[in-house]
T-cell receptor, first 114, second 110 residues
Framework: GAVVSQHPSWVICKSGTSVKIECRSLDFQATTMFWYRQFPKQSLMLMATSNEGSKATYEQGVEKDKFLINHASLTLSTLTVTSAHPEDSSFYIC??????????FGNGTRLTVT | SQKIEQNSEALNIQEGKTATLTCNYTNYSPAYLQWYRQDPGRGPVFLLLIRENEKEKRKERLKVTFDTTLKQSLFHITASQPADSATYLCALGGNNDMRFGAGTRLTVKP
């Protein structure tokens, strides 16, 4: 149980375009979803926390107008990278929580901006 | 500022030996600490959670200790196997503030 599906698993886009990444909890209702970014050989960096039906809470240094998060239901959160640039190329991972941990992670999305 | 440090970026051991990974933290008072496994190109997978009032927890070949005085957790894999090769992450925080260490990349050689 507790499966989190993240889609797409990889995407290549041109600079200036927007990319949407979906995160779904398949067999449970996620009260909270988290979005992380991970560079090679580095730690998961928390970008934002979203609760269903409310605005996301962004970490310091993360541009909320660039990384749009929508948590429309208890099973779906989306991250949209707007006006993507090559420096946005990274591995983006979502996780979902039912309450007290552990977190259940998606398999990540490899974004490459050319 | 809050910091989570995992003792080494990489650890190489021989199959059958015990792997010991360290997680130190500062400026945290976590209610619990967690360990995850991450394989290349995949999301982390939860392994163990230990609460602040617990000294030790075991699950099959895994053992975690938690010393809130030293602000340290040790993660042990006994009778290690090549299939245990992965990056292991410790994580601290609560429901709305989960933060991770940089991870230790474990390689178990046959």
């Amino acid at each position: 149980g507790a499966v989190v599906s993240q889609h797409p698993s990889w995407v290549i886009c041109k600079s200036g375009t927007s990319v949407k990444i979906e995160c779904r909890s398949l067999d449970f209702q996620a009260t909270t979803m988290f979005w992380y970014r991970q560079f090679p050989k580095q730690s998961l960096m928390l970008m934002a926390t979203s609760n269903e039906g409310s605005k996301a809470t962004y970490e310091q240094g993360v541009e909320k107008d660039k990384f749009l998060i929508n948590h429309a239901s208890l099973t779906l959160s989306t991250l949209t990278v707007t006006s993507a640039h090559p420096e946005d190329s990274s591995f983006y991972i979502c996780s979902a929580s039912q309450g007290p941990s552990p977190l259940h992670f998606g398999n990540g999305t490899r974004l490459t901006v050319t | 500022s809050q910091k989570i440090e995992q003792n080494s970026e990489a650890l190489n051991i021989q199959e059958g030996k015990t792997a010991t990974l360290t997680c130190n933290y500062t400026n945290y008072s976590p209610a619990y600490l967690q360990w995850y496994r991450q394989d290349p190109g995949r999301g982390p997978v939860f392994l163990l959670l230990i609460r602040e009032n617990e000294k030790e927890k075991r699950k099959e070949r895994l053992k975690v200790t938690f010393d809130t005085t030293l602000k340290q957790s040790l993660f042990h894999i006994t009778a290690s196997q090549p299939a245990d090769s992965a990056t292991y992450l410790c994580a601290l925080g609560g429901n709305n503030d989960m933060r991770f260490g940089a991870g230790t990349r474990l390689t178990v050689k046959p």
